[in-house]
């Protein structure tokens, strides 16, 4: 073989070498890019569903202050009153459990 030949093989052989290694580097980021994929559907799922229980809870809340603001209209006792001082101690003990 002439030199010339030999000098092709050799620049052959490196590029060969060199897409074995890029080939490489696809497929790990191919692998990577679908791990994002599905921790991103991940992610959304479970943020739609904060996102109806916190529009679920946000109902809830309001049916319930509109039914507290009926029975304070119509009882206006002390009962009532003792009662919206019971809810709200329990609601800042729940609280303050939580944030310890």
């Known amino acids: 073989m002439t030199r010339r030949n ?40 479970m943020l739609d569903d904060m996102g109806k229980d916190y ?15 009926v029975m304070l209209q119509s009882g206006g006792s002390r009962h009532m009153c003792y009662l919206m001082v019971f809810i709200i101690f329990v609601f800042l003990a729940l609280w303050w459990f939580v944030k310890r």
């Open 55 to 69: 529009s679920n809870a946000g109902e809830l809340l309001k049916k319930t202050m509109n039914r507290l603001g």
């Open 6 to 45: 030999l000098h092709h093989d050799l620049l052959m052989r490196e590029n060969d070498d060199r897409l074995v290694s890029l080939q490489s580097s696809v497929a790990n980021l191919k692998s990577v890019t679908l791990d994002i994929e599905s921790a991103v559907r991940d992610h959304n799922t």
